[in-house]
């Protein structure tokens, strides 16, 4: 297997009949999906998604892919393509279109009918190329052919690519449900007629390479949700992405059989629920979905709530109902249904979530304690099942932390693909495939860019690691007053504390300190403001540490008396 390494410099020029391949967002992480394809001086685009951020980027409402590589050649992108409309493939389009609006933004209907309405809150009027699995269409040097691939929102596709170094298939997003509820099942007989044809480089999902067998089909969470709505003695509240059609499709259609009113909580679940509707993904009476505000005259037993957080994130509703601060207030008797999947990393939160809503009463059915839930990825049967079929010559897994694209580079080897054709690349790693083989040439930039309420890329990791600093340490500023003309304290300074668990009185011993780093840069003939201060901040947090065995962040301030 070619790993990439640390020491990586940027790549070699492209050879003319190469195609370059470089995952931007995706690979090392479950998130921010984007693969740049280049040939013959002309860049496609494949995905553009957002990722979440942890709870270690505080302030952070979003983090992008870094489109630093290809800036300056902007105008080569021929069209971007969305494989689906999760926030993790087009989130990211919107300030991918600040840079050049009118690169042509392909997918299928659905998809382009989600980026539509995202985009108009952003005041951007897209170039919209629509085509359905079956199409064949034409971007500069790149012939695109789409395929269904089923996964947890309608309308995914998976894209091959041709180009004269080559047939890459990209899956997307998907599994293999052999039964999906808009029966539209992933088409294997094309990923055969692919593998005949001879695919150069196959590019899987891994997100779930490390389950055995087979994920389990949507209609088999249909008993469990009918269980619920059957059972609940008062209102339910379902939480889910603001994507998740299907799931929303079952639980309005267990809502109508039991005569319970629905409302659509949270703005990009009333949009996006909004836009299926329109175009017929969503399919349901008339009278059965109410505004909320009617729903809360009813009875309590004749409602059910679905609702989503900000960014169209779950979690975020329900831990505000948890923590008291939702227009919804949980109560004795209340049903809080999950049916959304756990992000990887977020089960402590999810754990004091249901704690919290438990508190207050509430029966919590998740995907612990009921099957109410089932993933949009395919598992390792699935995707052996896919190497077996597709018999590419290189594969590059896609769409998993390090482990997951292990696990999915291991399935490759075992199905006979030799290991010096299988590449474990990370955000950033250039791959070309020239000749028919794949191999790591170089890196080029791919860090994490933060949106930060309005501003992009304004947040850093060092901004962030000051914001942490904040949160966890605490923050003192020293007021020093020195006479301009001794360098010497004027008054005895002002520590002012936030934050910081000791009093101001904790500080007077720190007043030596300042007057000898005063003494020093007198005796330096340091006079400027700026030096002053940035030496106080390094001796005033010398001396923190040694006593409190903490850093708190230091604001030194000098006024000239």
Request: hydrophobic content about 40%.
């Amino acid at each position: 297997m070619s790993h990439p390494h640390p020491e990586l410099q940027l790549p070699p020029k492209l050879p003319a009949d190469g195609l370059r391949i470089v995952g931007l967002g995706g690979l090392g992480e479950i998130g921010r999906n984007m693969t740049v394809f280049e040939h013959r001086g002309k860049l496609l685009i494949v995905d553009c998604g957002v990722l979440f951020p942890e709870e270690h980027q505080p302030g952070i409402d979003v983090i992008l892919p870094d489109f630093t590589w290809f800036r300056d050649r902007i105008d080569s992108v021929v069209a971007v393509v969305l494989t689906h409309g999760h926030e993790d493939h087009i989130g990211g389009v919107p300030y991918l279109l600040r840079e050049r609006r009118d690169i042509p933004v392909v997918g299928s209907q659905l998809t382009l009918a989600l980026i539509e309405a995202k985009l108009k809150e952003h005041q951007i009027k897209p170039q919209l190329n629509q085509v359905k699995e079956g199409d064949r269409v034409k971007f500069g040097p790149f012939d695109l052919e789409f395929l269904a691939v089923n996964h947890s929102i309608p309308d995914g596709l998976a894209v091959a690519i041709r180009t004269q170094a080559g047939l890459v298939l990209h899956t997307g997003d998907f599994k293999m449900d052999q039964f999906p509820l808009d029966d539209r099942i992933t088409d294997l007989r094309g990923f055969a007629r692919l593998g005949e044809e001879g695919v150069d480089l196959f590019m899987t999902d891994s997100t779930n390479a490390e389950v055995p067998g087979f994920t389990m089909s949507e209609r088999e969470l249909t008993p469990a949700i009918e269980t619920v709505f059957r059972t609940a003695p008062r209102r339910i509240i379902v939480s889910s992405f603001a994507s998740h059609v299907h799931r929303i499709q079952q639980v309005l259609d267990a809502a109508e059989e039991h005569g319970r009113k629905v409302a659509f909580v949270g703005r990009s679940m009333v949009r996006n629920m909004g836009v299926a509707r329109d175009l017929g993904y969503l399919r349901y009476p008339e009278n059965l979905v109410v505004p909320f505000e009617q729903l809360e005259r009813m009875p309590p037993k004749k409602v059910a709530i679905v609702c989503t957080g900000s960014q169209g994130e779950p979690l975020a509703a329900l831990s505000r109902m948890a923590n008291r601060e939702h227009k919804i207030r949980i109560g004795e008797g209340d049903t809080v249904l999950m049916a959304s999947s756990v992000v990887p990393g977020n089960e402590t939160a999810i754990s004091s979530l249901i704690n919290g809503l438990s508190r207050w009463g509430a029966k919590v059915v998740h995907k612990g304690n009921a099957k109410v839930h089932v993933s949009g990825h395919a598992s390792a049967g699935e995707l052996v099942y896919c190497y077996n079929i597709v018999r590419p010559t290189n594969v590059m897994p896609v769409h998993g932390e390090w482990r997951h694209l292990q696990a999915n580079a291991d399935l490759a080897i075992r199905t006979g693909v030799d290991p010096e054709r299988v590449i474990l690349a990370e955000d950033g790693v250039v791959v070309d495939l020239v000749k028919g083989r794949a191999k790591i040439t170089g890196k080029v930039p791919a860090g994490n860019v933060y949106v930060d309420a309005q501003t992009v890329g304004g947040a850093t990791e060092s901004s962030l690691k000051d914001r942490r600093t904040l949160a966890e340490e605490g923050v003192v500023t020293v007021l020093a007053l020195v006479d301009a003309d001794t360098g010497k304290l004027a008054e005895e300074p002002d520590f002012m504390i936030r934050g910081f668990v000791h009093d101001r009185e904790a500080f007077r011993t720190a007043i030596p300190v300042v007057e000898k780093t005063l003494a020093r840069a007198a005796a330096e003939a340091i006079g400027d403001t700026h030096q002053l201060e940035q030496m106080l901040t390094r001796e005033v947090g010398r001396w923190a540490y040694k006593k409190f065995r903490r850093s708190p962040l230091i604001i030194a301030i000098v006024v000239d008396a």
